[in-house]
């Protein structure tokens, strides 16, 4: 498998600023890397892939601009939150994923949970 | 499109049996996964189906039946730890995206 790491596990931030979040594959070299979002007792939202090198893709509805993904490296993906709102709080998650089709499985991470005042 | 149905509540015993149950629609899907998740901490996997029939990993098993659109994760030997969600997901053919149920929340009772 692989171990993913994510940076913060909490943020709290007031509303109108940007927060950076990182996701880093520790022993998997990822060419890409997924970007979901969960709400309480809900499910996983994907929002975007994350391609090392190239422009992500967004998945229908989500906001390029809000949420700008930088995916420099093989190890690396960060989402950042431009000009937080309180509906932006919710439980960001990043994933990894090894193999190919069809038996290609998808690690997470930790997840981040953001809370904008 | 792609949509997944998992009943949103299970309650069960200590020691005891639990079947979680998954319809799906789909255009086209590669297999069925299923991935646990304590409160607050990150989806585990814990089990995929790409052919029909019945897989099974130690106390877990999963099923599925392409014919009837259906599939399930069967938990057996309860243990208090196994209260979590637990969420069924496909492997769209068409976009290779993992597309996941609202997810389960099973609570072990002792």
């Known amino acids: 498998g692989a171990v993913v790491s994510q940076h913060p596990s909490r943020v709290i931030c007031k509303s109108g600023t940007s927060v950076k979040i990182e996701c880093r594959s520790l022993d998997f070299q990822a060419t890409t890397m997924f970007w979901y979002r969960q709400f309480p007792k809900k499910s996983l939202m994907l929002m975007a892939t994350s391609n090392e090198g190239s422009k992500a893709t967004y998945e229908q509805g989500v906001e390029k601009d809000k949420f700008l993904i930088n995916h420099a490296s093989l190890t690396l993906s960060t989402l950042t939150v431009t000009s937080a709102h309180p509906e932006d709080s919710s439980f960001y998650i990043c994933?990894?994923?090894?193999?190919?089709?069809?038996?290609?499985?998808?690690?997470f991470g930790p997840g981040t949970r953001l809370t904008v005042l | 499109g792609q949509s997944l149905e998992q009943p949103s509540e299970v309650t069960a015993v200590e020691g005891a049996i639990v079947q979680i149950n998954c319809t799906y629609q789909?255009?086209?899907?590669?297999?069925l996964s299923w991935y646990q998740q304590h409160d607050g901490g990150a989806p585990t996997f814990l089990s995929y189906n790409a052919l029909d029939g019945l897989e099974e990993t130690g106390r877990f098993s999963s099923f599925l039946s392409r014919s009837d659109s259906y599939g399930y994760l069967l938990l057996q030997e309860l243990q208090m730890k196994d209260s979590a969600s637990y969420f069924c997901?496909?492997?769209?053919?068409?976009?290779?995206?993992?597309?996941f149920g609202q997810g389960t929340t099973l609570q072990v009772k002792p």
């Open positions: 994933s990894v994923e090894t193999g190919g089709p069809p038996h290609n499985e998808q690690f």
């Open positions: 997901a496909l492997r769209a053919s068409n976009t290779g995206k993992l597309i």
């Open positions: 789909t255009s086209g899907f590669y297999g």
